[in-house]
């Protein structure tokens, strides 16, 4: 699976859009972005995925770069409660490898009042 | 999504015992997998839990320290074996199918070695 590349921190006010960057210029056409988070002492928390088009769901919305070397997370309205460490992850989705996710370092996300 | 029931929640253990993790599944799922997560790190892939054959390793990780079985699709164990010091972290576990919009993760077991 391809690398992954994210700042270590970011900070974002309360009721703010939270944009999270992540780097993935070794992405083959069949790799599927992922992204996670994982809040303290919890087990990581599936946001959303997304192959080459933009994705929104009711956590986030996903913007893939059209050569989708890199992406960003966006967290319309972040709370308090989106304080978190954040995963971006790449991997084939199906196929051989098992579906395994490999997790880099992560960007710990905080929000504040 | 899946529903992920694991356990212990968190132990303390004796230097050379062995302690087994379960996780329970709602539902079938295709792949299990167990992470290990150290203090302040990511988490590290351990392995993967194939239902009715041996679990598949990561570099690093051999079946005598963390011996894992996967009777069928919903249930696995992950056993740390003669445990050290070194093995105090958070294990967790991670169920879905590899076309699953997402994997679920239990809640994690939390593991002291004194």
């Known amino acids: 699976d391809a690398k992954t590349t994210q700042p270590p921190s970011m900070d974002c006010a309360e009721g703010r859009a939270a944009n999270l960057p992540c780097n993935h210029s070794?992405?083959?056409?069949?790799?599927?972005v992922y992204w996670y988070r994982q809040i303290h002492s919890q087990g990581p928390q599936y946001i959303i995925h997304g192959l080459k088009n933009n994705e929104t769901n009711e956590m986030a919305s996903l913007i893939i770069t059209e050569d989708r070397k890199s992406s960003t997370l966006i967290l319309p309205h972040a709370t308090l409660r989106d304080t978190a460490v954040y995963y971006c992850?790449?991997?084939?989705?199906?196929?051989?490898?098992?579906?395994?996710?490999?997790f880099g370092q992560g960007t710990i996300l905080t929000v504040h009042p | 999504s899946a529903v992920i029931s694991q356990k212990p929640s968190r132990d303390i253990c004796q230097r050379g015992t062995s302690l087994t993790i379960q996780c329970q599944v709602d539902?079938?799922?295709?792949?299990m997998f167990w992470y290990r997560q150290q203090p302040g790190q990511s988490l590290t892939l351990i392995a993967t839990?194939?239902?009715?054959?041996?679990?598949?390793?990561e570099s690093g990780f051999v079946i005598d320290k963390f011996p894992i079985s996967r009777p069928n699709l919903t249930f696995s164990t992950l056993t740390v074996s003669n445990m050290s010091p070194e093995d105090s972290s958070i294990y967790l576990c991670s169920g879905g199918t590899p076309t699953d919009y997402g994997y679920t993760f239990g809640s994690g077991t939390r593991l002291t070695v004194v």
């Open positions: 839990a194939n239902q009715g054959s041996e679990a598949t390793y």
């Open positions: 539902s079938q799922v295709t792949m």
């Open positions: 992850i790449v991997r084939v989705r199906g196929g051989t490898s098992y579906g395994k996710l490999t």
């Open positions: 070794t992405i083959s056409g069949n790799e599927y």
